[in-house]
């Protein structure tokens, strides 16, 4: 069986953007854990995919997903699908050899080409609790912030202002309790002010799962115009995470 072909499953990169029940509740698929170096290499020859939706990856424990694992996964056939997170990020920087992008945050990145990586990134609890988010995106924030100036909860001096010490803040830091409680409004404003969070991160998932079945039928075994190469670099970050760098080309 090729990677293209349709009996393949689905793959899914998923953490904290997401919660599983609301995921496969969106889309039956193979869920894996955020994708890091070396990942997508080996989930490739363990499931023949067909497709994989990149969401969250890893990036502080584990060294990050390599772009050209991710190309090299796009040679063999595998259509490569990010949103929201890691997977946006990665979206914008492959969009041109034919990773697909989907998501508002895919088109924030790949229209702002300097935008920090940290706008989507939050700090998370275990993969025993699967990955709870303990803290909030700069990206969801700055959504939530101006909604609730659309909604008349907040001036656009005030949107500014909250979205200016929420960008100061290290992603370890950042919620919108604690840019609140900096700004100095009481406790029942913030409680009051939480409910109306833009999960903007969460929005953008829901939509790539939604469109993952059509997507990968429409570029089902498309490959890139450039032919694939090994550098010497991404040989060496495979050995380094002790992986048989024959698979490469043995798919």
């Known amino acids: 069986m090729s990677a293209a072909d349709l009996a393949g499953p689905i793959l899914v990169f998923l953490g904290p953007t997401l919660r599983l029940p609301e995921a496969q509740a969106a889309l039956d698929a193979v869920y894996l854990q955020p994708v890091a170096q070396g990942d997508i290499l080996l989930a490739a020859h363990a499931f023949r995919p067909r497709a994989m939706v990149i969401i969250d990856g890893q990036f502080e424990d584990r060294p990050s997903v390599r772009h050209k694992e ?112 900096a700004e100095g409004w009481p406790r029942e404003e913030i409680g009051r002010l939480r409910h109306q969070f833009v999960r903007q991160k969460g929005l953008d998932a829901l939509a790539a799962l939604k469109f993952a079945p059509e997507l990968s039928e429409r ?33």
């Open 219 to 251: 570029f089902s075994g498309r490959r890139p115009a450039e032919a694939w190469v090994a550098t010497n670099t991404f040989i060496r970050d495979l050995e380094a995470t002790n992986i048989d760098t024959d698979i490469i080309n043995i798919y």
């Open 70 to 181: 991710i190309l090299w996964a796009l040679a063999q056939g595998i259509v490569v699908i990010g949103a929201a997170s890691m997977g946006a990020l990665r979206a914008a920087e492959l969009g041109p050899y034919g990773m697909i992008g989907v998501g508002l945050i895919f088109r924030w990145y790949r229209r702002w080409v300097l935008t920090p990586d940290d706008a989507v990134a939050v700090q998370s609890g275990p993969a025993e609790l699967g990955f709870p988010p303990v803290t909030d995106a700069l990206i969801d924030l700055q959504r939530t912030f101006s909604h609730l100036m659309r909604l008349g909860h907040i001036s656009a001096a005030q949107r500014d202002s909250l979205t200016e010490t929420a960008r100061r803040m290290n992603f370890r830091d950042r919620s919108i309790e604690k840019i609140l409680r």
